[in-house]
């Protein structure tokens, strides 16, 4: 079976930082775009960040340009989202999920992300006021 396992989520102060990572098994992800959303109580499921395999392209959604950084280490499987200058807005459950869509595309599937591949089962980030 495939997995994506997330970790790092927690309780933070605003203004501080966290370090997301998925880990990917079961089998390989060679050639597969991964990447981060987000679900805020009450709301839908928005993009965060996405990266291609090679990690040369990557996409931001708007609120996390200059804040957050998507990375990838494709010996372990695994993606991080190092996330900066959090803000109590950004209190949410960050799922990780992989597709061969590439990059680009993942901002623009709205209420269409349930097409992406895997799934993770979702790391809950609180950040207080």
């Known amino acids: 079976q495939v997995h994506l396992v997330e970790s790092g989520g927690g309780l933070v102060q605003a203004g501080g930082s966290l370090r997301l990572s998925c880990a990917a098994s079961?089998?390989?992800?060679?050639?597969?775009?991964m990447g981060w959303f987000r679900q805020a109580p009450g709301k839908e499921r928005e993009f965060v960040a996405a990266i291609a395999w090679s990690g040369s392209s990557t996409n931001y959604a708007g609120s996390a340009k200059g804040r957050f950084t998507i990375s990838r280490d494709n010996a372990k499987n695994t993606v991080y989202l190092q996330m900066n200058s959090l803000k109590p807005e950004n209190t949410a459950v960050y799922y990780c999920?992989?597709?061969?869509?590439?990059?680009?595309?993942?901002?623009?599937?709205?209420?269409?992300?349930?097409?992406?591949?895997?799934w993770g089962q979702g790391t809950l980030v609180t950040v207080s006021s």
């Open positions: 999920a992989a597709d061969l869509l590439p990059p680009r595309n993942w901002g623009s599937l709205g209420p269409g992300y349930s097409r992406l591949e895997v």
């Open positions: 079961g089998r390989t992800f060679s050639g597969y775009t």
